[in-house]
């Protein structure tokens, strides 16, 4: 599969975090993975890919806590964003975390795992 349309591929994408997992691409040219929203190799700059599911389940790099809930989310009493590094491919995305409200509720390194896709602000997080 290669060159599929962009919007295509983010629903795609939608699917595969539904089912809690990250869809990647992984480049023709020079095997790079990278999330499968990036339209093209940031490595080398090529547009084929061949399109792979991860399991949606990584660490904590960094994050952000909010206190005041996004749209939609009024009944979450505080967020964190967060951009994790997924287990099994060295790749980076990021979500919302509900229920974080102080940096000591989310260590550096906690496990996350994909729990669904919100239209407005992408994908929900859980912490394990
Ligand atoms: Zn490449």
Request: net charge positive.
């Amino acid at each position: 599969m290669t060159n599929l349309n962009p919007s295509v591929v983010r629903e795609k994408f939608i699917e595969s975090v539904q089912k809690s997992k990250i869809l990647a691409k992984r480049c023709n040219d020079c095997s790079t993975i990278r999330i499968a929203t990036v339209l093209y190799c940031e490595n080398c700059h090529g547009r084929k890919y061949k399109l792979i599911e991860y399991p949606g389940i990584g660490y904590v790099n960094t994050f952000t806590i909010h206190t005041v809930p996004p749209e939609g989310f009024e009944d979450v009493d505080g967020y964190a964003w967060v951009v994790f590094t997924l287990d099994d491919v060295s790749i980076r995305a990021s979500g919302f975390l509900p229920g974080i409200k102080k940096p000591a509720d989310l260590p550096i390194g906690s496990k996350v795992k994909v729990n669904g896709f919100d239209v407005k602000h992408g994908l929900v997080l859980k912490k394990l």
